[in-house]
Nanobody, 115 residues
């Protein structure tokens, strides 16, 4: 049974920083990509950032220059460093990964940025 568990969400003032972590566990043979998506109230889930097992990254335009995704392949973890946070970054952030050829989602962690 493969699981993704996120941590690190919380409440922060605008301009502040948070670091999210995602840990994959279970019977893992290969992780191709890990990433973060977010969903704000009343909006569709959107991609935030992804990173491949080779270290190639992709970011949403709205977070470029502020967010950094990283990955520890040995520990099957991914991190999202979020700086210069804005109120519009408020959302539930979900970890996503392709593991053993299948898509998996974490349970989500709330990020709230106050003005």
């Amino acid at each position: 049974q493969v699981q993704l568990v996120e941590s690190g969400g919380g409440l922060v003032q605008a301009g502040g920083s948070l670091r999210l972590s995602c840990a994959a566990s279970g019977s893992i043979f290969r992780i191709i990509v890990m990433g973060w998506y977010r969903q704000a109230p009343g909006k569709q889930r959107e991609l935030v950032a992804t990173i491949t097992n080779g270290g190639n990254t992709n970011y949403a335009e709205s977070v470029k220059g502020r967010f950094t995704i990283s990955r520890d392949n040995a520990r099957n973890t991914a991190h999202l460093q979020m700086n210069s946070l804005k109120p519009e970054d408020t959302a539930v952030y979900y970890c996503n990964s392709v593991i053993n050829g299948k898509w998996f989602w974490g349970q989500g962690t709330q990020v709230t940025v106050s003005a």
